[in-house]
T-cell receptor
Framework: NAGVTQTPKFQVLKTGQSMTLQCAQD?????MSWYRQDPGMGLRLIHY???????DQGEVPNGYNVSRSTTEDFPLRLLSAAPSQTSVYFC????????????FGDGTRLSIL | GQQVMQIPQYQHVQEGEDFTTYCNSS?????IQWYKQRPGGHPVFLIQ?????EVKKQKRLTFQFGEAKKNSSLHITATQTTDVGTYFC???????FGSGTQLTVLP
C-alpha cells in the first residue's frame, strides 16, 4: 500500500511561473486536503475536497486552485508563483467521518525565487 | 472557522524530564486528534479523544480531553531522544491544526 503519494519532493520556481503539485492516494478515501507548513505557523489548510467533483476553500486559498476529478487524485495548482508561497506543502486524506485520522504524504518542499 | 491555540510553541527538556503541551479552543470540540511530526517528516496520527474528561495512554504518553471539551493536553513522562519532534492537536471536523509544540530533548 503506497498510502498518500506526493510529487515532486522538491521544486524551485521563479516568480510568476505556474506549476502543479500532485497528490494521489490508493486508500479510496473520500476526504483529501492540502496544507502548507511555515515555521512557527503549524499546518494551514489551503483547500479540501469531500469527494470527487467537490472542493472547498480552507484558511489560505488565495493563489491556489484545486480540482478533484477522481477519488484518487487531488492536484494543487499555483497559478503565478510568488515568494510568499515558499513553503512545505502536505497532502492528506481520510475516510468520511470526523472521527477518522488523516494520512499525510511526505510533502513537497517548494522554493520561489 | 474553528481555531485551536497550542502552547508552548517550543520546549527544551533534559532527557528524563517530563513534557506537556496544551491545546485550547474557544468553542466546544466534537473530538480532538493528536499528531507527531519528526524533523523533516510528515505528521503522523497518534490518537483521538472523543468523550468529555477522557484520558488515554500510550506507553509514556498520556492524552486528556477536558470536561468541557474545550481543551486537551499531551503529557510525556521521562522524555527520550526519540520523542523529539513537533506535536500538533487538530480538530477533525474542521481539518484545523494547532500551531504545534516543538520538543527538543537534550541528552
Amino acid at each position: 500500500n503506497a498510502g498518500v503519494t506526493q510529487t515532486p519532493k522538491f521544486q524551485v520556481l521563479k516568480t510568476g511561473q505556474s506549476m502543479t503539485l500532485q497528490c494521489a492516494q490508493d486508500m479510496n478515501h473520500e476526504y483529501m486536503s492540502w496544507y502548507r507548513q511555515d515555521p512557527g505557523m503549524g499546518l494551514r489548510l489551503i483547500h479540501y475536497s469531500v469527494g470527487a467533483g467537490i472542493t472547498d476553500q480552507g484558511e489560505v486559498p488565495n493563489g491556489y486552485n484545486v480540482s478533484r476529478s477522481t477519488t484518487e487524485d487531488f492536484p494543487l495548482r499555483l497559478l503565478s508563483a510568488a515568494p510568499s508561497q515558499t513553503s512545505v506543502y502536505f497532502c492528506a486524506s481520510r475516510q468520511q467521518g470526523s472521527n477518522q485520522p488523516q494520512h499525510f504524504g511526505d510533502g513537497t518542499r517548494l522554493s520561489i525565487l | 472557522g474553528q481555531q485551536v491555540m497550542q502552547i508552548p510553541q517550543y520546549q527544551h527538556v533534559q532527557e528524563g524530564e517530563d513534557f506537556t503541551t496544551y491545546c485550547n479552543s474557544s468553542t466546544t470540540l466534537s473530538n480532538i486528534q493528536w499528531y507527531k511530526q519528526r524533523p523533516g517528516g510528515h505528521p503522523v496520527f497518534l490518537i483521538q479523544l472523543v468523550k468529555s474528561g477522557e484520558v488515554k495512554k500510550q506507553k509514556r504518553l498520556t492524552f486528556q480531553f477536558g470536561e468541557a471539551k474545550k481543551n486537551s493536553s499531551l503529557h510525556i513522562t521521562a522524555t527520550q531522544t526519540t520523542d523529539v519532534g513537533t506535536y500538533f492537536c487538530a480538530t477533525a471536523r474542521q481539518l484545523t491544526f494547532g500551531s504545534g509544540t516543538q520538543l527538543t530533548v537534550l541528552p
